[in-house]
């Protein structure tokens, strides 16, 4: 089963999409989290397409949009920054672990690209994330969004306290706090407080926004239990999606299984 639904967070309305395995709950969950001027859908319905895979094998998904992007409320150019994505999976969390057909025991973080930073970053993850996958995650934020993603030029006018828009080929507007908000977060110091969450990354060789060198040193400066998978696509694997979500589902049913089994 599918269904819409909505919770708050940073006093706005989030909108998501729910699924739920057939047969008697609760079962275990998994959240996703889309990359950096992404939505739930993702690119090429990459999200749909997990989510009902992921469902067809017994586990529950929740994908939603960050306030600002997607369906949700709020402006992409002020909502969008990771001090206010790391409180919207907060907000996330707390809404999943709050449905009687989940249990709020066995629930997974999949983050694709800035949303794999915001899953390595969040405080709630190693509390309540009992199973972590990354795809194409940003690890050097600074570099990735100066050098790539926002550009050199663009980087400096946020510095410079201006707004810009019209970033990668997109038709976005951001504002100077989504910089000095970035340069907060180290996400290799967050991810070596990760000691006992089970966390597989998967990254594309062919990935032209983080290359795959950057995956290695996330792997590396895990401490806890990790694997890594090289995939021979790019950033959204767009002809391999079908061997990560495989990978990704048989991570999280080996890692949610209930406890008591």
């Not at 709950?25 to 090429?44: E, K, L, M, R, S």
């Not at 110091?189 to 966390?199: F, H, Q, V």
Request: charged share 25%; glycine share 10%; with cysteine.
């Amino acid at each position: 089963m599918e269904k819409a639904v909505q919770f708050e967070s940073r006093g706005k309305r989030v909108h998501g999409v729910i699924h739920l395995p057939e047969g008697a709950g609760p079962y275990p969950c998994v959240i996703i989290c889309h990359g950096f001027t992404g939505d739930h859908i993702g690119a090429n319905r990459m999200f749909v397409r997990f989510s009902r895979e992921a469902c067809s094998q017994g586990l529950a998904v929740l994908r939603f949009d960050f306030v600002g992007s997607g369906d949700s409320e709020g402006d992409f150019d002020r909502d969008t920054h990771l001090t206010g994505w790391i409180q919207d999976l907060g907000a996330a969390l707390n809404f999943v672990c709050r449905q009687p057909e989940i249990d709020a025991t066995r629930i997974g973080l999949l983050g694709l690209s800035f949303g794999g930073s915001t899953v390595i970053c969040a405080p709630e993850t190693g509390l309540k994330g009992r199973a972590v996958v990354i795809w194409s995650g940003v690890v050097h934020l600074r570099d990735s969004f100066r050098d790539t993603i926002l550009g050199g030029d663009k980087w400096d006018l946020l510095l410079q306290g201006k707004s810009i828009k019209n970033f990668y080929n997109k038709g976005f507007a951001l504002a100077p706090s989504f910089v000095e908000d970035l340069l907060k977060y180290d996400v290799l110091r967050e991810a070596s407080r990760l000691r006992k969450t089970p966390i597989l990354i998967i990254h594309g060789t062919k990935d032209a926004v983080v290359p795959s060198d950057h995956a290695k040193e996330l792997f590396e400066t895990l401490p806890g239990p990790k694997r890594i998978e090289f995939i021979g696509d790019d950033h959204v694997f767009t002809d391999r999606l079908s061997q990560a979500t495989a990978l990704t589902v048989d991570w999280f049913k080996s890692h949610l299984a209930d406890r008591g089994a």
